[in-house]
């Protein structure tokens, strides 16, 4: 079992950054791959960006390439993600997921663990 606990979130205006993280406990975090995903309100739930066990790989969603950028940290046990040149489109409430491979953390059906998720609200 994977517990994930995201934070970080906020208001913030258009223009502005955001740094969410996601706190791991349980099995060796380092053995999971990680994503972050989004859902705004009335909408699916989608994928914003995945990162590897190592690191090494890295995705993103079309929609935030250039924006945000996702990192982890294994020895502490966190995956970041840092948002800028934020757009009210935006905003949704943000989940980090885990799955042992990063090709089940790139779509919203598959990852194993999720976190409770932490609102970002982005005003024009």
């Known amino acids: 079992q994977v517990m994930l606990v995201e934070s970080g979130g906020g208001a913030v205006q258009a223009g502005g950054s955001l740094r969410l993280s996601c706190a791991a406990s349980g099995r060796t975090f380092s053995n999971y791959a990680a994503g972050w995903f989004r859902q705004a309100p009335g909408k699916e739930r989608e994928f914003v960006a995945g990162?590897?066990?190592?690191?090494?790989?890295?995705y993103y969603a079309d929609s935030v390439k250039g924006r945000f950028t996702v990192s982890r940290g294994n020895a502490e046990n966190t995956v970041d993600l840092q948002m800028n040149s934020l757009k009210p489109g935006d905003t949704a409430v943000y989940y980090c997921?885990?799955?042992?491979?990063?090709?089940?953390?790139?779509?919203?059906?598959?990852?194993?663990?999720w976190g409770q998720g932490t609102q970002v609200t982005v005003s024009s």
């Open positions: 997921a885990a799955h042992r491979e990063v090709s089940s953390v790139l779509s919203p059906a598959t990852p194993d663990y």
């Open positions: 990162i590897s066990r190592s690191g090494v790989r890295i």
